[in-house]
């Protein structure tokens, strides 16, 4: 245990964190009234600066993908950091300030003092982040969490971005908890298929025969993939992403100079498009839509996100439909409806996900298979539901979203009330995109938009939009705008008029 002279007090600003060093490791001293918090520099998710984030309304925002801590004792409040921030002793003597090498000790485990066994189905963003919100909250009974995916429990997210672009091998994914954690922290591990759920009995059946009985239970199976109904789709090199062996397939097969035919404009199919590209294929996507991402992030965001990937030499074609992948042991084109034959040596169908609900058939279901909750994401009496495969109330209307953090607020919203709790969901959902490295970041869930202003330009980043209907902002999206997204993320909690956001924006540190 040493201490560090680190910096001055009056060096600390007022509204911003302030990035210190003790040898490599990087400090975030934070101004709390009069006094000063020393934290790790760095967020526990995926490593930004922390003194890049937001501070707002008591919570330090990250300003990458907008996990927030509490200020007054680095406490998580909003994933996708599943930890809260350590915490280093700080002294202050004649104006310099002092800093620890030493963190403070974590919070330990809680004692096998309870006799309930909570079961949660899915190990991926929803249910890895339950099973870690159980035993934050003091839950010390048993936790089962069940996968059918051997080593789930990883970054998803990065398959798409980093993982078919060559640059982060399968086997580096990220986990999202290490094996030390689950063996801490008492967290039992199945690897099965859950193939069906009596709820009435509280059962659930294994695709090994066992059946587990629980006091509670988290359904967090998230999405699969939509297949492509067309003849040929069986072909070997047609495939999707969604998981691990999913990109290796398609790494397996992939070469650089080899031609790419992407089927859909969704996040995932565009994702791709850029990785590929950046593998050193020749990609062409085939769209529905003139402008990708049109409705979610308006038409000037699409086409300039558009124009970004034609400069990078993808080809983008909203005319013809797929009707066969042609090719008798291996793909060799796609045919189009309009006669048009596209060379292809691999496929892949980013058509969108449907939520994994089969095994729990006996469940009402809503028209896309997904499962209705309320507020707290409770289904019914025992059983809760939280990530993809969850329709919740947002804003009072039923909402079904595909998102990282969203599903990982769900699934602690849902382990607080399994504890029984009345938690809500009350936050702003939010997710990130990347694209020939660029990030763009998107905040609300807007259907309609009466205004949208823009500072910057969307077509030379950094640039950051607000949308707007009756005077209040209901979605943001911007690129290279973290701090500015970081602080909306936390003010957009409450109605937030157009004018005042843009106050904040230009009077932002
Ligand atoms: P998942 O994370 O999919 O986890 C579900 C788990 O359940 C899986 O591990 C699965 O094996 C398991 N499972 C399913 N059925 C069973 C069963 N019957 N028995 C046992 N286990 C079962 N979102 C963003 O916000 N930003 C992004 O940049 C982003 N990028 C993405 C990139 C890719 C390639 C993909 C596929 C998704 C991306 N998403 C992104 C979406 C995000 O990953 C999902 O919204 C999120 O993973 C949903 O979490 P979940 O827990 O509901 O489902």
């Given amino acids: 245990m040493t201490l560090h002279r680190v910096a001055r007090f009056t060096d600390v600003p007022e509204n911003q964190g302030l990035e210190v060093q003790i040898e490599q490791r990087k400090i975030l001293l934070l101004k709390v009234g009069d006094q000063l918090r020393a934290y790790q520099g760095e967020c526990p998710h995926a490593g930004a600066p922390l003194a890049e984030g937001a501070l ?62 909570f079961v949660i189905v899915g190990a991926g963003a929803a249910g890895t982040a339950a099973a870690s919100a159980l035993r934050e909250l003091g ?47 008492r967290i039992e591990r199945i690897n099965a298929e859950v193939t069906s759920l009596d709820c009435a009995n509280r059962t659930l059946q294994l695709s090994d025969g066992q059946s587990l009985q629980y006091d509670a239970a988290l359904l967090a199976t998230g999405g699969a993939p939509k297949q492509l109904e067309l003849p040929g789709a069986d072909l ?71 124009a970004l990937h034609q400069a990078n030499g993808v080809v983008y074609r909203a005319e013809g439909e797929a009707t066969q992948i042609e090719g008798t042991h291996k793909v060799e084109a796609v045919r189009l409806d309009n006669g048009q034959r596209l060379p292809a040596d691999l496929v892949l169908v980013g058509i969108g996900v449907s939520p994994a609900t089969a095994p729990f058939a006996d469940l009402p279901q809503e028209k896309d298979h997904s499962l209705r909750v309320d507020g707290g994401m409770r289904v019914t ?90 005077g209040l902002v209901i979605a943001a999206v911007a690129c290279d705008e973290e701090r500015n997204m970081a602080m909306l993320a936390e003010r957009m909690k409450q109605p937030l008029p157009v004018d005042n956001a843009w106050r904040l924006i230009r009077d932002a540190p």
């Fill in 236 to 306: 070997p090199q047609v495939f999707v992403l969604r998981s691990r062996a999913h990109a290796q397939q398609i790494l397996e097969s992939a070469r650089p100079g080899q031609h790419a035919v992407i089927i859909g404009d969704s996040f995932i199919a565009m994702e791709s498009a850029s990785a590929l590209r950046q593998f050193g294929l020749e990609v062409t996507v085939l769209a529905r839509q003139p402008v990708p991402f049109a409705k979610q992030f308006g038409e000037t965001v699409g086409k300039a996100i558009l």
């Fill in 56 to 117: 707002c309304n008591g919570r330090l925002t990250c300003p990458w993908h907008k996990a927030q801590f509490r200020i007054e004792d680095g406490g998580l409040c909003e994933p996708p950091a599943l930890d809260s921030l350590k915490r280093y002793p700080i002294e202050v003597r004649d104006g310099e300030v002092w800093v620890d090498d030493q963190a403070l000790r974590d919070a330990h485990t809680p004692p096998a003092d309870d006799a309930r066994t």
């Fill in 381 to 470: 009496d025992g059983l809760w539901a939280a990530g993809d495969i969850a329709t919740f109330p947002l804003n009072g209307q039923p909402c079904r979203i595909e998102h990282w953090r969203l599903a990982q607020q769900q699934a602690r919203i849902a382990a607080a009330n399994m504890l029984g709790g009345d938690e809500h969901y009350l936050d702003v959902p939010y997710f990130w995109t990347w694209h020939f490295g660029k990030n763009y970041d998107y905040l609300g869930h807007a259907q309609s938009w009466d205004e949208v202003e823009f500072k910057g330009d969307p077509f030379k980043p950094p640039f950051i939009g607000l949308f707007g209907k009756n």
């Fill in 139 to 185: 839950f010390g009974g048993r936790v089962l969490l069940i996968d059918r995916e051997a080593g789930a429990g990883y970054d998803r997210t990065v398959l798409s971005k980093f993982v078919i672009a060559g640059e982060t091998p399968p086997e580096e994914i990220p986990a999202l908890r290490d094996d030390d954690f689950y063996r801490e922290q």
